[in-house]
């Protein structure tokens, strides 16, 4: 992602969001061939030799399909690194700086759309055409969407399907009151990429991914092995499945965080950014309820999974718009190079966390730490679950310190 951006900035949006889906597409597909590129490895010919292997065969056989499935997942994890920042920037694109946050809270929502869907689709999937073939229709799928992409993605200014008053509301923040009308961008400067850095607001974004994603793929990652650690569920199990779908139901109420600095924007007049920041204060206060997630998992799993799934709809409805805050303040030639930035940061954390969650859970388990009433792996969730809780606070206060006021960046 650190670079993500600037490759998005630099190739534009078309031509960027089409090699980012591409690579993407590909990624995907080419894990349907690991277990061909086995195969020819290890001098195999079908599942059943290899079902039959002993020895140090196996050990060849897990080393190479590891390897070639890293390889896969890599190449994936290229083509993603671009989504965001073509995504926030095509926003900014089509919508005025009060809207932003609500348009991208409703394309972050696709997230926990297709989590919601997976579980329903791909195993039945694979297990009528393969493994091989499920990995190479979802690959497809971003092909179809490419196609889409070419035909119907132009830049308001030259769409036929913007009219003269739309394009005149999209572009209203042209004419905002105490900032300098922003120029088209194919006039504007270009920020170097060390440049970005020495900006305030770079690094305000930064502290707020940094300290902030890693609680959302937390709860993404270690939430069925909570389950199953916590209360004997598997996420295979009807009772495993209908948790983790009401979770991510749960999270689609992210849809309506997003429109919440729309709504002091058209009733106050303040500027955007102290509009989204207000609403951001507001989200950080929501996973505090994670701290009841434990006293309370003694009662039910249900009340747990119910917690987590409103912690996960304040993280989108925070996440859409710490996203817009770069649109507010940046010009729209910079917007993907900045949030690719803090896409690295919010990963860079999200590492930090998932490292020290799993190395806390270890010495909990082997330890027997206690903590709260609780002891084991329980007590080393409710440690995470209080980190998670005040991380957007902590965020939030950072990032309100090093950008006090709304203060647009200008090239000219």
């Known amino acids: 992602m650190l670079f993500a951006g600037r490759f998005i900035d630099w190739m534009g949006m078309k031509k960027g969001y089409l090699w980012s889906i591409g690579v993407w597409s590909g990624g ?14 290890v001098g195999m010919h079908n599942a059943a030799e290899m079902i039959a292997a002993t020895g140090d065969v196996v050990v060849v ?56 869907i997976a579980p329903l689709s791909i195993p039945p999937l694979a297990k009528w055409l393969g493994w091989e073939m499920a ?43 105490g900032v300098a009308p922003e120029l088209p961008e194919e006039d504007q400067k270009k920020i170097g990429f060390w440049q970005c850095f020495s900006y305030k607001q770079t690094w305000a974004f930064i502290s707020g991914k940094f300290m902030t994603d890693g609680v959302w793929w937390f709860f993404l990652f270690w939430t069925p092995s909570y389950l199953n650690t916590q209360f004997g569920i598997k996420t295979s199990d009807p009772l495993g499945m209908a948790l983790i779908f009401t979770l991510y139901a749960v999270t689609m109420l992210s849809i309506y965080g997003g429109k919440l600095p729309t709504i ?20 950080a206060f929501f996973p505090l309820v994670a701290l009841l997630a434990q006293p309370l998992g003694t009662i039910s799993p249900w009340f747990p999974v119910l917690l987590i ?28 190079s900045i949030t690719g930035i803090g896409g690295m940061a919010g990963g860079v954390g999200s590492m930090i966390l998932q490292k020290a969650a799993g190395n806390l859970f270890v010495y909990a388990d082997e330890t027997r730490m206690t903590f709260m009433g609780f002891e084991g792996k ?35």
Not at 156 to 170: C, D, G, Q, R, T
Not at 309 to 331: C, E, K, L, R
Request: hydrophobic share 50%.
């Open 309 to 336: 799934g409103i912690d996960g709809a304040a993280h989108q409805s925070w996440s859409a718009n710490i996203f817009s805050t770069v649109g507010d303040m940046f010009p729209k030639s910079a917007i993907a």
């Open 61 to 116: 056989l897990a080393t190479v399909s590891m390897y070639c499935f890293l390889v896969a997942r890599c190449v994936l994890a290229l083509g993603e690194a671009g989504n965001f920042p073509a995504a926030i920037k095509v926003t900014a694109e089509y919508f005025p700086k009060k809207d932003r946050a609500y348009a991208t809270s409703i394309f972050n929502a696709g997230a926990s759309i297709g989590a919601l």
């Open 378 to 412: 329980p007590a080393g969730y409710f440690v995470i679950f209080c980190v998670c809780s005040v991380a957007y606070l902590i965020g939030w206060v950072i990032m309100k310190t090093l950008v006090p006021k709304y203060k647009v960046i200008t090239l000219g």
């Open 28 to 41: 995907a597909c080419l894990h349907a061939l690991c277990g061909v590129v086995t195969e020819n490895y």
């Open 264 to 283: 002091f924007i058209n009733r106050t007049g303040m500027n955007p950014y102290a509009a989204r920041m207000k609403a951001m204060l507001i989200f």
């Open 135 to 177: 990995f190479i229709v979802i690959g497809a799928l971003g092909f179809v969407w490419m196609g889409m992409w070419v035909f119907m993605y132009t830049a308001p200014n030259k769409s036929k399907h913007v009219n003269a008053a739309e394009l005149a509301y999209i572009e209203q923040d042209k004419y905002e009151e």
